[in-house]
T-cell receptor
Framework: DTGVSQDPRHKITKRGQNVTFRCDPISEHNRLYWYRQTLGQGPEFLTYFQNEAQLEKSRLLSDRFSAERPKGSFSTLEIQRTEQGDSAMYLC?????????????FGEGSRLTVL | AQKVTQAQTEISVVEKEDVTLDCVYETRDTTYYLFWYKQPPSGELVFLIRRNSFDEQNEISGRYSWNFQKSTSSFNFTITASQVVDSAVYFCALSSYNTDKLIFGTGTRLQVFP
């Protein structure tokens, strides 16, 4: 499978715990995005990377959220001291800067439930 | 500020009916892109189309067609002869010209019954 993969697909945690999600983009894609989607809403942009550089962060991304893409390949999104309001689907997407099609390739998401 | 409005929360049709999903957008950019994505029950968003703000030609791809009208800031999506497999949530989205960051609408859930 050469699509975008995310792990874990589901995570249930207690309030206050830390969680980490991993995204493996399509191998030749140099841009990687994180979005958050709550029930009944469209995805909301969180942050994106071009290679290993984090180029933009949404104001939605509080200090408890941190994302990395250390070698310009996979990325991790960590949420510290989770709150019930963090419960959502976390979507990762990738694209190739030079192909200019505008298409983002999305993974199936990581669903977080904070009890 | 950029905004995408999909006023139709849910639409139900019977197979073979035509259905139009509405999308209205707001942007101060003179150059921008509009998109439609499909989200089936599996959850993975699937790209359907991108339209450049300079290109107001309607587009047809099989049973799908898109009507872009800059004068009304609308980018509507029509499925002709709908099928059960078209059942999904459809999102309209907007981006500025110089970024891939997408601003999504709230989506329209389409249910096609046999």
């Amino acid at each position: 499978d050469t699509g975008v993969s995310q792990d874990p697909r589901h995570k249930i945690t207690k309030r206050g715990q830390n969680v980490t999600f991993r995204c493996d983009p399509i191998s030749e894609h140099n841009r990687l995005y994180w979005y958050r989607q709550t029930l009944g809403q469209g995805p909301e942009f969180l942050t994106y990377f071009q290679n290993e550089a984090q180029l933009e962060k949404s104001r939605l991304l509080s200090d408890r959220f941190s994302a990395e893409r250390p070698k310009g390949s996979f990325s991790t999104l960590e949420i510290q001291r989770t709150e019930q309001g963090d419960s959502a689907m976390y979507l990762c997407a990738s694209s190739h800067l030079d192909r200019n099609t505008g298409e983002l390739f999305f993974g199936e998401g990581s669903r977080l439930t904070v009890l | 500020a950029q905004k995408v409005t999909q006023a139709q929360t849910e639409i139900s049709v019977v197979e073979k009916e035509d259905v139009t999903l509405d999308c209205v957008y707001e942007t101060r950019d003179t150059t921008y892109y509009l998109f439609w994505y499909k989200q089936p029950p599996s959850g993975e968003l699937v790209f359907l189309i991108r339209r450049n703000s300079f290109d107001e030609q309607n587009e047809i791809s099989g049973r799908y067609s898109w009507n872009f009208q800059k004068s009304t800031s609308s980018f509507n999506f029509t499925i002709t002869a709908s099928q059960v497999v078209d059942s999904a949530v459809y999102f309209c989205a907007l981006s500025s010209y110089n970024t891939d960051k997408l601003i999504f609408g709230t989506g329209t859930r389409l249910q096609v019954f046999p």
